[in-house]
């Protein structure tokens, strides 16, 4: 039985990867093969199990401010050129904004690059936890940061390995507008004399959700076209796409609440019971002194 099922396996994965979109199968990191992302993937988690524990028999590395500004806002500017990219490439091949489908004109070739770089953006944003634990940053290597990092790796694999245009260009551009803004926080967040004048930081998050429901919604719309045989992009991608947006989308949210919402609220109970403290010990040392006027007149 498991030899059947291991054999059903292989001969699906061997099949499908005959079906890779030309294109893109033989770009770096993709290479018609999963084993190197999966590597990189595992040496990344690796990094995470034993980073922190090396780290805490040391103290911090100061890494230059310099170059954690020339790495964030290296991405801002990537993230910039990408959607310009994706942008001039959908218009160019002339989808259908509702529900873009795969068509392989010339103009396609720009937006298939421009995901490519997406992909590999992902590769390069591993270091961003790299960068938290040699700083001794353990607090921002939450599990929600791990899962991120790392799936969007593996997902975008499937995505550049397959279906390396039409609908996947949606998710990708509007995650680009808002790695523009996080990564514009995080660079001028490691000037100390622009730090507390950063104010948009909880917005960021907010973008984030806000991302997540736009591009769920719009595949979902993209989902009841093909179903209804007006869009052709594979139902397949469409399915894995939105249900990776249902899962970013919950912990995001719980992030959100937790990290802003609970945190303000237990900050005003801190605050409310702060004046409630000093309320009583006012009103007790104004009875003490009452009481001590009334004492001398008795006397």
């Avoid at 939105?242 to 609440?257: D, K, R």
Wanted: hydrophobic share 45%; aromatic share 18%; net charge positive.
């Amino acid at each position: 039985m498991n030899e059947t099922l291991i054999h059903r396996w292989n001969s699906f994965y061997q099949d499908a990867l005959t079906k890779t979109d030309p294109r893109t199968n033989n770009l770096p990191l993709v290479w018609n093969d999963p084993r190197p992302v999966l590597y990189l993937v595992a040496a990344y988690l690796l990094m995470v199990f034993l980073g922190k524990r090396v780290m805490s028999y040391f103290p911090e590395i100061k890494v230059p401010s310099w170059l954690l500004f020339i790495y964030n806002f290296g991405l801002v500017l990537l993230s910039a050129y990408m959607f310009e990219e994706i942008v001039v490439g959908v218009y160019q091949s002339g989808y259908n904004y509702a529900c873009g489908e795969i068509n392989n004109k010339p103009a396609e070739t720009k937006v298939t690059k421009a995901l490519w770089w997406y992909f590999f953006s992902k590769a390069i944003e591993l270091l961003d936890t790299f960068w938290m634990i040699v700083r001794k940053r353990f607090n921002q290597v939450t599990f929600l940061h791990v899962f991120h990092h790392s799936t969007m790796l593996i997902i975008w694999w499937v995505v550049i390995s397959w279906i390396p245009a039409g609908q996947a260009y949606f998710g990708a551009a509007l995650n680009c507008v808002v790695h523009v803004f996080m990564y514009t926080y995080y660079a001028f967040s490691v000037i100390p004399s622009l730090k507390d004048k950063l104010w948009w930081k909880k917005y960021i998050t907010t973008f984030q959700l806000a991302q997540f429901v736009i591009t769920f919604s719009h595949t979902l719309n993209g989902m009841y076209l093909t179903m209804s045989g007006k869009c052709s992009f594979p139902m397949w991608g469409q399915i894995l796409l939105s249900s990776y947006m249902v899962i970013m989308l919950a912990l995001f949210t719980n992030f959100y609440v937790h990290e802003y919402i609970k945190k303000t609220n237990d900050a005003k109970r801190r605050r409310n019971l702060k004046d409630l403290n000093n309320n009583v010990v006012k009103t007790d040392k104004k009875k003490f002194v009452e009481n001590k006027q009334k004492a001398k007149k008795v006397e």
